[in-house]
């Protein structure tokens, strides 16, 4: 099969990502393989390949947003069957027996493992997974369109929840692509007035369309304190101008896997009154379960570019510049 494999971590510029041809993997007891039907291209994926985060697997062949129709199963598969088209994320396994993973927070397990991190994921044209981790897919999205909410989507969801935004209230969402896109359209269906603090033009005319009450750049004042509000942009000083634009009791969620360092905080001017600053940690499978059905009967729509599974590298790179107007799916 071909893949695209990640040897050394290297500015994308660069080209990190190789591709290579090598034997299709096979799934071993409890895990399926998959034909690649679409993966979403992840600001993670970038953050792996120009090493922000460590390299835990050599060569790693990245991608989690996985749309696949099942080929082959392993021994002991009895909940998915040949032939199923189904979603896989970023969340892989975790140890299932901690009080975290008992409770619900498999997303905080110290045994957690993640697709196209610790285990190959799906720039490629087959992948092996867990069938715990396959989640079948509304038929009403097609393949492109459904990726983007395997992580970007399952993770903007996330964050809308802790967020601890409620119907009706205001709600700020920092930085504009694959992830806040999606979750603007979860906070409209909940009937939230978005304010989207974003500095490239074309997500700004995005964020008007589907829907924000205002637009405007990090830094800019709102026209209303904001109940609640969700960092997308891995830009630590952001984290300052979020907190100074919350009402008292309000919340910033971050949603980011790495950010550049967080500046200096004065305690009376940004957390004072009862403010609360809080990490979003990767996700879990019942977020999966409720984002997908929320996306069904939305109808969440995803606004995707597709691309060859060689261009990954250039589509990389176009993340990091801020040049895609969405979400970026590869189509194996």
Not at 81 to 93: A, D, F, K, L, Y
Not at 162 to 177: A, D, H
Request: net charge negative; hydrophobic share 40%; proline share 7%.
């Amino acid at each position: 099969m071909r893949a695209l494999r990640l040897h050394t971590q290297a500015p994308i510029d660069k080209e990190p990502l190789r591709l290579e041809e090598c034997a299709a993997p096979e799934p071993g007891p409890g895990e399926l393989r998959l034909t690649v039907k679409a993966c979403g291209v992840c600001r993670t994926d970038l953050h792996i390949a120009e090493g922000d985060l460590p390299l835990v697997r050599k060569p790693l062949i990245p991608g989690h947003q996985i749309v696949g129709e099942i080929e082959a199963v392993g021994p002991g598969v009895d909940a998915r069957r040949i032939g199923e088209r189904v979603g896989i994320t970023w969340m892989s396994s975790a140890c299932g027996s901690c009080d975290l993973c008992e409770s619900g927070r498999e997303n905080l397990c110290a045994d957690a493992r993640f697709t196209g991190y610790h285990v190959d994921g799906g720039y490629a044209e087959s992948v092996v997974v867990p069938q715990a981790a396959a989640h079948p897919l509304p038929q009403a999205l097609g393949d492109p369109e459904v990726a983007p909410l395997l992580c970007a989507g399952v993770i903007g969801y996330r964050s809308l929840r802790l967020s601890e935004v409620q119907p009706g209230q205001r709600l700020g969402l920092y930085g504009f692509g694959a992830s806040a896109h999606l979750a603007i359209q979860v906070a409209r269906h909940w009937d939230c007035e978005v304010f989207v603090f974003t500095r490239a033009a074309h997500h700004r005319e995005l964020a008007k369309r589907l829907g924000a009450t205002w637009v405007g750049g990090a830094k800019s004042e709102a026209p209303a304190r904001l109940h609640a509000a969700v960092i997308f942009a891995p830009a630590g000083w952001i984290v300052r101008e979020a907190l100074r634009a919350l009402r008292p009791r309000g919340t910033v969620a971050i949603n980011a896997i790495h950010m550049d360092p967080i500046p200096e905080l004065d305690y009376r001017e940004h957390l004072y009154g009862e403010r609360t600053l809080r990490s979003v940690t990767n996700l879990t499978h019942r977020d999966a379960r409720e984002l997908l059905e929320l996306a069904a009967e939305i109808p969440i729509e995803a606004r995707v570019e597709t691309f060859e599974l060689e261009d990954a590298n250039r589509v990389l790179l176009a993340m990091k510049e801020s040049k895609l107007e969405a979400a970026a799916v590869l189509m194996p």
